[in-house]
């Protein structure tokens, strides 16, 4: 996983390697931490038990700094943690970086021996891993207030050793700049990243502007301007309605083509696309059955090429809905059955299930009432209900068509227009 969000962006636009990589340094950066921690306690104990041991007197407050540092690890670990948020890790790191600091207090009035009480390197690595995490994740002030206190642990060494160099001041900070970096540095390649995506975007959303301008809108308008004008010959020459007619027919399918193509450059790198038609909407709700999911059946008794366009999408949108609240729903359904039937003055839909789940929430813009304002803006009714024996749930929707709206089947070329449209 990456260290948070913004790095997750920037992983995400690596190879596929080298994200999985990226995405495991967390793992490895822990793993590093738990080994340091180890080490730093094993070189402790050697030094510690060495006859000639030229440091400190040995005492229990001699293992003060390995202290410090498991405490500054666990802080570490637990900063890593993907969902770690911005006031946890610079907390995280306060703390750390306090822990350190009280610890140079106690040791402060303690024998230091031929050179005092050192860092440890358990204590050093986690709070450079915090102060990475701190600057990649929290808010300016955040950083500041972690870093000030990072610097006062750094500068707490003067306290353990028993001289002092003019360099310690430059050390500490230098100590502060080698931790913020790494995360300031990510921070600024997402940042950077994030102006790319803007500018691409203003620049799709001129192309777009223009494609409408120059190509939809001048469509429309020679449309509209013929329709006007056969508006005005209509009853005086009849025949020049019809020859323009193909023309107005072409101008359309053009302008849609160019609203597809601009609708498809919208969409997101990933999304589902767009289905071709209706038909093919409700084929692709049929499903085998699966494990905790029933089997969706999906049976059409008719045309629906003859259907028009906002009649074949209601019908789409109201088995795609409840099919949906079936499979959320019923419990211990087996099937969730879709029957489509093209009659000649109606269409009958009935999406059915064999669980025992009761009626999904009704609200907002989804649900039954949301479908059955589909179905009744074009003169329908929906119902839903209990099934057959109680058992089960069914919406029953049926949509009238009248011959004004319903292609003869014997157009064959005018079916295939609707079918492509």
């Given at each position: 996983m990456a260290l948070n969000r913004a790095f997750g962006r920037i992983v995400d636009r690596l190879p596929a390697a080298g994200g999985a990589l990226a995405r495991a340094v967390p793992l490895i950066v822990a793993a590093l931490l738990v080994v340091v921690l180890v080490q730093s306690a094993t070189s402790l104990a050697t030094d510690l038990s060495d006859p000639a041991w030229p440091g400190p007197p040995v005492t229990p407050m001699s293992y003060l700094p390995l202290a410090s540092g498991a405490m500054a690890t666990l802080l570490a670990l637990v900063a890593l943690r993907p969902r770690s948020g911005p006031a946890l890790t610079t907390g995280a790191t306060a703390g750390a970086a306090l822990g350190v600091g009280a610890v140079s207090v106690l040791l402060w009035p303690l024998p230091k021996g031929t050179f005092g009480f050192g860092f440890a390197t358990a204590e050093?690595?986690?709070?450079?891993v915090l102060l990475t995490l701190t600057a990649l994740r929290a808010r300016p002030w955040h950083v500041t207030a972690a870093a000030l206190v990072a610097f006062t642990?750094?500068?707490?060494?003067?306290?353990?050793?028993?001289?002092?160099?003019?360099?310690?001041?430059?050390t500490g900070l230098g100590f502060v700049a080698v931790g913020l970096a790494p995360g300031l540095y990510l921070r600024w390649r997402e940042a950077q990243r994030r102006t790319h995506v803007e500018r691409a975007r203003a620049q799709e959303r001129l192309a777009i502007a223009r494609d409408l301008h120059d190509v939809v809108a001048?469509?429309?308008?020679?449309?509209?301007?013929?329709?006007?004008?056969?508006?005005?010959?209509?009853?005086?020459?009849?025949?020049?309605v019809r020859a323009a007619l193909p023309e107005i027919e072409a101008a359309g399918t053009r302008a849609l083509e160019s609203m597809r193509a601009m609708v498809a450059r919208l969409r997101e790198p990933g999304e589902a696309p767009l289905s071709p038609s209706p038909a093919e909407g409700l084929a692709a709700l049929a499903a085998p059955a699966a494990?905790?999911?029933?089997?969706?059946?999906?049976?059409?008794?008719?045309?629906?090429?003859?259907?028009?366009?906002?009649v074949a999408t209601t019908v789409l949108r109201v088995a795609q809905e409840s099919v949906t609240n079936a499979l959320r729903y019923a419990r211990g359904a087996a099937l969730?059955?879709?029957?489509?039937?093209?009659?000649?003055?109606?269409l009958r839909l009935r999406v059915h299930d064999d669980g025992r789940g009761g009626a999904p929430p009704v609200g907002g813009g989804h649900g039954l009432v949301g479908m059955a304002e589909r179905v009744r803006l074009l003169g329908g009714d929906l119902t839903a209900g209990p099934g057959d024996h109680g058992h089960g749930w069914t919406v029953r929707a049926r949509l009238p068509l009248t011959a004004a709206t319903v292609p003869a089947t014997t157009a064959g070329a005018r079916d295939d227009r609707n079918e492509d449209a």
């Open positions: 050093i690595m986690p709070l450079l642990a750094a500068v707490s060494d003067h306290l353990r050793e028993p001289f002092f160099w003019p360099g310690q001041i430059t001048h469509e429309v308008t020679g449309i509209v301007v013929q329709t006007q004008a056969l508006r005005h010959i209509a009853d005086r020459d009849p025949g020049a494990a905790g999911r029933p089997e969706v059946r999906v049976s059409v008794d008719g045309r629906m090429s003859d259907l028009p366009t906002d969730v059955g879709v029957e489509v039937t093209v009659a000649a003055d109606e």
